[in-house]
């Protein structure tokens, strides 16, 4: 009776057991009869990174039959890449990268991306490759210490990754040697990709029945009759993808100071500085998600508070070219890490620098000349002008003097009789001091 008992308990058991097994290898058991679908352009970046990841993490919590990444980039941050490339090593569903539509690109942190899918794809008319590191200063040139150090370890990153997937890896160590690119056509050839789709459907169609190895084991795709559900970015990562970028992170930055420097030389503007503000959290933010130098982050500090004092302090733009140089100093080192793909592009820096240099230079000029000027209001302004004499002034005893269409009182040396003409010398609150005007001859 009682082994009755258990054998029925151990046959209840089962559906539970094949219920914990299926969660854990969903793949496999087709949790879901879907494909999850979403779209990388543009750089990539943090803000990229953390939207592959998202989804790609969905699919697996789903159990999607494949996740389907249609690419086009012109690359981007190494740190980033290398999180997205550890997410689909660890990933149970299998990923497919293609580089579409045509006219796009997968280079540099972007051919990497290609290589690490489990199934590789390119439309025709598209390329990849030229994986080499470039940066700003020269820094990652051939030649240099640091240059050789970041080449050697993408190119073995690169190489290990298409070891991993049966591809190409001296294409791939070349791509970022050489910095060798190659159409659709010529990475079928090569060895790097896996097809060549002139659209999704024909792709999904080569897919069907393709087995490849994920990090449950052995997974067979199947795309037949299987619906495709888009993905795209949240708000916050759709912002997180825009700033992200070192260079627009740069841009934020270099606006957000000009807006409060000229917030401040022009009070009252009111638009300048309101840009300004958020122009520079924004930067913030972006200085959050990306890793900076703090020494280029001090000099840019540094320059604000340069700015900041020139227009209190009149220096004659002393403080304002000071200001300047620690600006281009600071953005150069900021997001200056080869290292970890962090770069700043020069002919994007560059034109952006020198516009804000003129601007600065050019507000520097109107506030010096207009010091050197003679005031025009206020009471300041009276010094100079030519006045009549409306009640007689004597030695001791003021008069009355009409100037720019005011009453004052007036004191001088000597006497003056009505309708007379004087010249205003002084002002001393709310009286002038006067003196006889000296006739052209």
């Known amino acids: 009776m009682q082994a009755n008992t258990l054998r029925f308990r151990l046959v209840g058991l089962l559906p539970v057991m094949a219920a914990v097994l299926c969660l854990a290898f969903s793949p496999v058991c087709g949790a879901s009869a879907e ?11 943090p803000g990229s990174a953390v939207y592959f990841l998202r989804v790609l993490d969905e699919a697996n919590r789903d159990g999607d039959r494949l996740l389907l990444v249609e690419l086009d980039t012109p690359g981007g941050l190494v740190s980033s890449l290398r999180s997205m490339v550890q997410g689909v090593m660890a990933s149970r569903v299998p990923v497919v990268v293609y580089v579409s539509p045509s006219g796009a690109q997968a280079a540099s942190a972007g051919a990497l991306l290609l290589l ?50 049966g591809r190409n890896p001296d294409w791939a160590e070349r791509s970022v040697r050489e910095s060798i690119a190659s159409t659709a056509t010529e990475a079928l050839k090569s060895g790097v990709i896996d097809t060549v789709a002139a659209s999704r459907k024909e792709l999904l169609g ?4 393709r087995r490849v190895m994920t990090a449950s084991g052995e997974v067979t795709i199947h795309t037949a009759g299987v619906p495709v559900r888009e993905v795209g970015p949240s708000f916050g990562e759709q912002v997180m993808i825009t700033i992200a970028d070192p260079n627009i992170a740069l841009f934020l930055l270099l606006l957000g100071i000009a807006g409060l420097y000229f917030e401040l030389s022009t009070p009252g503007a009111i638009f300048p500085g309101v840009a300004g503000a958020i122009s520079l959290l924004l930067g913030a933010y972006a200085l959050q998600l990306l890793s900076v130098n703090t020494a280029g982050l001090l000099l840019m500090l540094l320059a604000l508070v340069f700015f900041t004092v020139e227009i209190f302090v009149v220096s004659s733009g002393v403080l304002a070219i000071a200001g300047l140089i620690s600006l281009f100093i600071g953005s150069i080192m900021v997001f200056n890490a080869p290292e970890r793909g962090l770069l700043i592009n020069w002919w994007f820096f560059l034109p952006l620098y020198l516009s804000f240099s003129a601007g600065v230079l050019l507000l520097v000029f109107v506030v010096v000349r207009s010091t050197k000027r003679k005031p025009l209001s206020g009471q300041e302004g009276l010094v100079g002008e030519t006045g009549r004499v409306k009640k007689v002034i004597e030695e ?22 009505p309708d007379s003409e004087v010249t205003v010398t002084g002002v001393d609150g709310l009286k002038l001091t006067v003196k006889q005007k000296i006739k052209e001859q």
């Open 206 to 209: 080569f897919l069907e029945g």
């Open 116 to 165: 690490s899918s489990h199934v590789a794809a390119m439309a025709p008319g598209t390329e990849t490759g030229a994986a080499h590191p470039v940066g700003i200063g020269g820094s990652t040139e051939k030649g240099s210490v640091m240059g050789t150090k970041v080449e050697n370890d993408l190119a073995a990153f690169a190489r290990s990754l298409a070891q991993k997937r």
């Open 35 to 45: 494909i999850r679908s979403m779209s990388l352009k543009g750089s990539v970046n």
């Open 396 to 417: 001791g005893r003021p008069g009355k003097v009409f100037v720019h269409g005011e009453m004052w009182d007036a004191s001088g040396s000597g006497t003056f009789p």
